[in-house]
Nanobody, 113 residues
Framework: QVQLVESGGGLVQAGGSLRLSCSAPGISFSTNTMAWYRQIEGKERELVAYISSYGYATYAESAKARFVIARDNAAHTVTLEMSKLKPEDTAVYYC???????WGQGIQVTVSE
């Protein structure tokens, strides 16, 4: 069974940084577009950023200039570097293989005032 495993979440103060990582060892990683989504409590899951198989990144407006998505095809990992975090970034963040049903289990990011 294919699994996506996220790590790196936690609690951080506003203005701080966190790095999320997603490991996807059981897929044809280099040919897939990888994405990060988040779900704020009480709201629908939303796209944060995605990166194509050849490394082209696209960001939601809320993530531009603060977050950076990157991939390491050899390591089958995708990361999300988050900086200048705000309390409104508090959410469960999910790794996703675009155009598939593959999702990670989600990881909590909490940004305090």
């Amino acid at each position: 069974q294919v699994q996506l495993v996220e790590s790196g979440g936690g609690l951080v103060q506003a203005g701080g940084s966190l790095r999320l990582s997603c490991s996807a060892p059981g897929i044809s990683f280099s040919t897939n577009t990888m994405a990060w989504y988040r779900q704020i409590e009480g709201k629908e899951r939303e796209l944060v950023a995605y990166i194509s198989s050849y490394g082209y990144a696209t960001y939601a407006e809320s993530a531009k200039a603060r977050f950076v998505i990157a991939r390491d095809n050899a390591a089958h990992t995708v990361t999300l570097e988050m900086s200048k975090l705000k309390p409104e970034d508090t959410a469960v963040y999910y790794c996703h293989v675009r155009n598939t049903l593959l999702w990670g289990q989600g990881i909590q990011v909490t940004v305090s005032e």
